[in-house]
């Protein structure tokens, strides 16, 4: 008789299907399903709320260069900067000129000074701000490579209880290996479930975050064309 026939079959202890199996599963199987599914969970959370954050970014970063590229070069930036509060260049910007405000050239520091502390405060503005755009993107890179070893774990658990089985009932038959094994493959299929999500979504917000701190170098070199008397192309 064919497995598809054997899972079907309502007695002998087979369950026939994946949520009645799921039910009937024992602890640990079942520990390990809810494990996978709180990495599954918290994995899309984090996707879904990056995503979302990383979009916001963007619009105001493109929001606020536009409204710099108008403005005189030596005007106020705070106010065009808290128009744009989600943008990254707006934050990298106002460190740029708070540097430039307590060392103005009046006071007689030379023009590769100030360009120099200038850059260093935009540079670790700009730092800061990629570090808290990457808050909890590394989970995802443990998510994608743990959940495949736990999926494993309750794998192995369930091909282990498929042999004690065997053992304890003294029959290798389908009706008596078939529920052990049907149990290590929906932890198996759980992990994939959880790891392939978890690292498509690193890889992808890595990029993004990328584009964006590449952009963010580019404006601090504007930057200091524009308050230091450089010329734009």
Avoid: C
């Amino acid at each position: 008789m064919e497995l598809g026939a054997w899972i079907l079959i309502g007695g002998g202890g087979v369950r026939g299907t994946v949520p009645a199996l799921v039910a009937s599963s024992g602890p640990f199987a079942k520990f390990i399903l809810v494990v996978l599914l709180a990495v599954s969970v918290y994995s899309w959370a984090v996707i879904a709320e990056r995503l979302r954050l990383y979009a916001r970014v963007v619009r105001e970063d493109r929001g606020f260069l536009a409204a710099f590229r108008v403005i005189p070069p030596g005007a106020d930036l705070r106010l065009v900067a808290e128009q744009h509060p989600q943008s990254m260049l707006a934050r990298v910007a106002q460190a740029g000129q708070k540097a430039l405000d307590q060392h103005p050239a009046e006071t007689g520091a030379s023009l590769a000074m100030r360009y120099e502390v200038t850059q260093r405060a935009m540079d670790r503005a700009a730092g800061e701000e990629a570090a808290r755009l990457e808050r909890h993107v590394g989970f995802l890179a443990t998510a994608g490579s743990v959940s495949p070893f736990i999926g494993l774990m309750g794998t192995v658990w369930g091909v282990m209880s498929s042999f004690l089985n065997i053992g304890a009932q003294g029959s290798a038959s389908l009706v008596v290996v078939a529920p052990g094994i049907a149990e290590a493959l929906i932890a198996t299929i759980a992990g994939l479930a959880a790891a392939i999500p978890a690292v498509v979504g690193y890889n992808h917000l890595l990029q993004r975050l990328r584009d964006i701190t590449n952009g963010t170098a580019a404006f601090v070199t504007e930057y200091l064309d524009r308050r230091l008397g450089g010329r734009l192309p």
